[in-house]
């Protein structure tokens, strides 16, 4: 009698998981209607969402709105001040010219505020913000950039501690969620797997067979990527280590016979055929 075979899901990434057990789910939903199933079937699909939401949420949080909402403060402030500063290099006052463009020249020397990581530019704009507060009061009053300089320390700061809240908030979230709804999920998968194996032994294979055929064609192409990328991996340590220079400072190369040397060189293994693990 066919039953579902066994596939060792913790192999499976993240996203992989998450696709593979939501066509499960769609098969299940599809092919098992029997009332007997609908417990096993029902904690199945909750711990499926779970895990999705879970992911989902991981993903989100990398910035929260408040974060955004600062982020996007900042850069009108920024972006207003400079352009009060390129207005001013126009200034009939050539004392005031010359003020503007010793300032422009200091935003000029961070220009790159825009690229990187969000912890990038803001360690830019911090390190750009000290130099202009070197700048005298005397001079932010003539190019009337006091008030925005205020503006713009107030908008970082405000981002800054939407920044720390988001990662404390980010710290206690991640704490063994989605590997909690990951264990769960895949507890449920066997229950359910389990459950229908059960079944088809104890009511007759024929209200599964559907079922079971289906789950054994999808375990069959999972067990073929997982082994492959598990091929490549080995290959790469292979020729990582092959790779490495031996004691005596050469790299290691294979055995060869020498000129005069009777004795060949004996293959490694001591056998033709290689040990072949069970996947399953």
Known sequence: ?????????????????????????????????????????????????????????DFFR??????????????????GMKHLIQGMLLHP?????????????????????????????YGILDTMMDELSMVSAEVQADLGIDTWLEGLTLAIAKYKVARDVQRNERVEYKTGLVKNCRDVLEENYRKLTNSVNAYAITFGEEEYTSFIEHMNAMIKVEKAVLKSRTTRSEAKKEE????????????????TPQEGDSTPAQPSGGSDVANKEDTE
């Open 240 to 255: 990582t280590d092959a790779s490495k220079p031996s004691q005596d400072g050469e790299a290691n190369t294979p055995e």
């Open 93 to 121: 006052d050539t004392k005031i010219q010359k003020e503007a463009q010793d300032v422009m020249n200091i935003i000029k020397k961070y220009s790159d505020i825009s690229n990187g990581s969000m912890d990038h530019r």
């Open 62 to 79: 990398e910035e929260t709105e408040a974060m955004n909402q600062a982020n996007r403060t900042v850069h009108r402030q920024f972006r």
């Open 1 to 57: 009698m066919d039953k579902v075979s066994i596939l060792r899901t913790s192999a499976f990434r993240r996203d992989e998981a998450l696709g593979y057990f939501q066509r499960v789910l769609d098969l299940a939903t599809a092919t098992l209607s029997n009332e007997r199933d609908a417990v096993v079937l029902a904690l199945y699909r909750s711990s499926v969402e779970e895990y999705r939401t879970a992911l989902q949420q």
